[in-house]
Structures are given as C-alpha cells and as structure tokens.
C-alpha cells in the first residue's frame, strides 16, 4: 500500500444557483491577463448544454483522456510514439474558435463620438486584434437554456435518450434546467501530466494539485488536447499553458480557493482523501462499469488504524491524517456514497465529485392537493418522473449506470422525508424511517448528511489541511531566515519572449 | 581528391574582405550564440517557448509548420552528416546513381522546407490574429530563413553536386574554423552563391539566442523514456511515477 493524500473536492448540485460568482472570483485572481481573457479555470454550465469550450465532453470530437488499448492504457491523443508527429501540429488541438474569441467594447466611442442625430453605441473590438468583431459565441452562449433548440440539442449527455424523452426535456411546461460548475478536476491519473512532452505538468506529491511549470513550458500543446475536461488552456500570448491551480498560494495559507470562497449557495465543500497510489495504474483500466465503485475502493478509510499507520509509513504528515478524518469530501464521497465523480469513463480518476441534483422535486397531486408521500412509495415515486431523466444524469456522472445515480437520489429524498417528518411532521416519522433505510440509510446518517448540506460552518465545509511549505524550505534553508529574505518568487512580468 | 567538380571560379584569392566574412564573423557569431542563449536560459527561462501559434489559426499551420519542419530538420541533419563524415560521403557519392539519389533527396526536402516556409510567412501576413502575436524578430528570421533556403535551392540547382563538394571543400574548412587553425582560402573561391547561403547561415546563428528558434534548444528529448505521470514531492526527492 502506498498512501497519499489529496485534496479533493464536492460540489452540491442541487445547492448551485448558477451565479456565476466562482468564475468572477477566479478571472479577477487569475486570468485577467492578456492572452489568458478566454479562459475560465472555474466555469459554471447550464445543463443540459454544450458547455466551454463547446461540445467538451465529446471526445469523439477532441480525442481527450485514456483509452484502454488491449491491457495497456493509452492517451487518445498523443503518445511517445505520436509526439513526433503531433509537435509539428496537434490534429487534436481545440482551436480559439472552439472557446470564444475575447472582446470588449469602444467605450471611448461613447464620448467622442461627434453629435449627430443617433446615439453613440460602443463597437465590441476583440482583445487578441484589437479589430472589430462579430461576436458569434461566447462562454455562457446557452446560458439558463438560451437558445437551446441549436445549442443543448448537441449536449453529448443525451446520447442514449430516448425521443420522447428528447421531447420532454424541451416540453414548455416541464422545461429543466440545471447548473454544472467545473474546475479542475486534479485528477488522480492525468492526462494533461502523462501527455506533457517537456515534462512541464506535474501532480503534487504531498497534496495532490496539479501544476504547469512556467518555465519548463514550451507551448507544445499536448496538455491541451489530451485533457478530457478542457481544464488546460493555452495562453496564446506568453506562450505557456495555463490551468487551475486550486489556488494553492491561498491553500498554503489556510484559506479556502477563492472560488470556494466566494461561493454564494454554499455548494462546495474541500477536504483531504487518502488513497492508495498503487492501485491507481490497474483500476483505471477497469471497464467502464466498475470505475466509479474502483475509485471509491482506493479512497481509504482515514479511521483505520492499519490505513493510519501505512500512512505514517508513507510520510504523510500527522496533521494531514487527522484532516483526512474531519474530511466533508471523505464523508460524501465514501461513507454516504451520495457524491460521484464526472465522466469517470474518460479514465483520469477526477477528484473532484458532484452530488447529482434532485431538482425540481415532484411530488404527486390527488384532486389537485399536493401529496406529500404518506407511503414509501409515494416518497420515492417521483423518480421516474423527474424531469431530468436518470439516463442524462447517469451519462454525466455514473458511466451510464441508472442504478447509480437512483441510489443518490433515493437517499436525497429520504433525508428530507425524514426531516420533513421531524419538523413539518405531515409524513409519518415511520414512513420516513422505513423510506431512509430503504435508501441504505439511517436516522443518525440522515442527520449527519441534513446538517452537513444545510447548515455547515465554514471550517466544516473546508477542511484545510496544513500544508506544511517549510518542510521544503527546511532542506536547503532555515525556514525562519527564508521568510525574511524572500518576496513572491518569480517577478519578472510574464512578457513574450525576449 | 578533384574526381569531383569543383565550382572554384578564376577569381584572384586573398581578398581581406573574405577573411573578415568567412573567419571574423563565424567566431564573432559563435560567441553570440552560445553566451547569449546561455545566458537567456539561466536569467530568463520563461521566454523559452516555441510560441506556437496553432490555437489561433489551425488549418493554413498545417501546411506551412508540418513540411517546414520535416524538410529543414532533414537538411540541418544533411549539413550536419556532410561536415562530420566528409570521407563516408565522398565514398557513398563515388557511384553515380547513389549521388543522384542523394542530390534528389535533398532537392526534395529544400522544396518540402520552401513551401512550408512560404505557407507559413502567407499565414502570418494575412490571418489578423496570427499578426497580432508577430514580433518585429518574428519577421527577421522568416526573411532570413526564407533567403537561407532561397540560396540553398539555387545552389543545389545551379552548382550541382553540392553533397560532394560540401564534404570536399566546406567540410574542411568548417573543421578549421572548430579547431582554431580558420582557414577561409578555399571558401574565398566559390561563386557569390554559395557565399551568400553561407553568410545567411552565420546571421541566422547571430540572431538565434534573440529569437523563437530556441525552441529548438529544448525539444522534449526526456519523454521517450520518462514514466507517464511526473509526481513531485516537497522532501523526497523528486519522482517520476509511482515511487514514494
């Protein structure tokens, strides 16, 4: 066993109300520089939708993530033997035009325009020539289902769906919606890391974050092409690749990435796992159906006294395995099972997990008097009726595997049955108690989950780990003569070339 | 060692200009060159970087960097075997066919190079995002490299059986100049063209360090044989793959 520790990462869906603040609150830290205007670290998706940069998810289009080849596992879109070909030109590089073109507006216009009869209008002028432009698309073109007969009809999630339930998600009366916030996922087995030709890309031993090295950065592209998620961007002015860093200069002083943070419904959550290292070559070439319970397996129990002391072993520090034990994302992902990865089957083990969304609740209607569910059955009747069919959540979040996704929401709604029950008390607390364990769950669990989704303090939402930088110092330096002599590191500016 | 021909023009030898082109400037260039690209790695390695602009314009790149590439690498490599193993190219050139067959090959990589270079400097003066990320030294080394492999062709085609005489005359004085004994009598009589591609090549190398061709310093020669992922740790020692 070879235990490493991760910080990883929830998001409740059925919290998120598409605000957009996380985008703000990374673009303003991170990526309001030139050439870096097109990029998104954090950006929030309407679902069903296209997504950024559009059609992201089908792969079939952008050849990202592993695929198993005989028993070895191999990148869709490069490899040591393709790197020769794919240097000169990436046949699998998504071009600016698939993100958006950036522009602002000639304010100035407004101003100086000479008077006349009509009003000035400020032109949009694009930020990479500085010429007018019409713009076509941007990052949030189909926004809360804008125009979604042309943009979400090509969501690759609906593959698998049948017509009529095609029909039923554009119906006028039941139209559906729901928000997908994405960041990088610092993925287990990476496929921007293995696909780095400079070997500029690389995971964090002690806490997980995947990096670009600026300067061993050579603008080969391959990260670009061979990320799944679309997390890598190319900044087409310096040169060098870009990506989330999960605000580790944040991280590294005890706070929150700004996107969790800032985030207005409180759908995130951040926490140390542990995991086994070694079995991460073997469980990523499972078949498709068995990645999602695989990924669970090698998260270890941080309570474990054998797991404990293989991490002691390991070196992981005293202060991370405790952590590890306060741990939300531990909790959601492994002891409630009710957080799932995203499109595990693109094979990268993302580490960042999304509870799928209950919205919108139905419940069912006698003589136009809303029942509540006085039976089990009636609790969990809504199911099949919902307006987000099982198959496009389980398209997004389990392989295709219905049964998975059932399992979350049978458990989401037994909760609130309970706590309805509790509180309302129109459902009988037995009805409620017989729904939760026929969700596989309990009273005790039902209250530990009520309380960590309603009412989480800001240090249960975020378990931050100490990060513990001055043991690097420590092996060239003493870290108190360090702190007095250094600044920020790297300040030349990030120009072009010489 | 004449059993080839030998395009020395009747011109009166030991001009001081020659010696000043074919001797000064090469060490002049060499200095520049390697102080300079050394001294731009360690101060400033950010700006190490091919500056690729295919995330910008993706279908013209194709035909200008894809035969660009192949046909200048297999010419450079050409050059390169012409001055390490003069003797082996002399003795390969010795049966008629095989000289044709050499004297082809490299014709047909100086065209491949000439149209993927041409493609790109089209590109780069007619797409408005590709101008948008033109430095005034992008410019330079296209002019420059588009003259290098202008000559180049006229000489392949105009002073033939330059993979012989290359081995013969310029091979020699290459190595003159790398062991300090620079000789540039022989170089001093060879046609204007011939002349002219070989002081292209020594500005090239001058304005190499002040350019994006340094790239070419820092191609990804590890990942041949590095483990896929790359794992870095604050205390251990750094890894690659799976070890602790």
Redesign the interface.
Known sequence: MNVRSQISMVFHLDKCIGCHTCSVACKNIWTDRKGTEYMWFNNVETKPGTGYPTQWEDQGKYHGGWEVSGDKLRLRSTGKGRIVTNIFHNPHLPTMDDYYEPWTYKYEDLFNAPAGTDQPTAMPISKVTGKYIDIKAGPNWDDDLGGSPIYAANDPNLSGLGEEQRQQLQALERLVLFYFPRICNHCLNPACVASCPSGALYKRGEDGIVLINQKRCRAWRSCVAACPYKKTYYNWSTGKSEKCLLCYPRLETGQAPACFHSCVGRIRYLGVLLYDADRIAEIAKLPADKLVEAQREIILDPNDPNVIAEARRCGVHESVIESAQKSPVYKFVKVWKIALPPHIEYRTLPMLFYVPPLLPVLGQTDNNVYENGQDVAAIFHPFDQQRVPMKYLANLFACGDEGKIRYVLRKLMAVRAFKRAATVGDIPMATALQALSQADSSDSEAEDIYRMTALPTFAQRFVIPPMHREEAIEAFKDPQDHKREVGFGFTASPKRGL | MNNFPLPIAAAPAGLPIDDVLFVVVPYVVLALFFVMTIW?YVK???????????????QH??WG??PW??GILALVAGHLIGFLFPREVLWWNAVPARLYIMETGALIFGVTALVGLVNLIIRRAIN??I???T?R?DVLILVLLLLQVLSGLYVALFTRWGTSWFAGVLSPYLWSLFTLRPDASAVALLPWSIKLHILGAYAIFGVFP???LV?VL?V?N???W?R?????????KN??G?G?
Not at chain 2, 44 to 58: G, I, M, R
Request: avoid cysteine; hydrophobic fraction near 35%.
């Open positions: 731009r400033d390695k950010f700006s190490y970087s091919s500056f690729s602009s295919q995330f910008l314009e993706n790149q194709f960097s894809v590439h192949y408005e995002r101008r948008a990320v430095s030294m002040f350019t994006r790239h820092v990804p590890h990942y041949l590095r896929a992922q790359v794992v870095m740790w604050n205390v251990r890894s690659t799976g602790k």
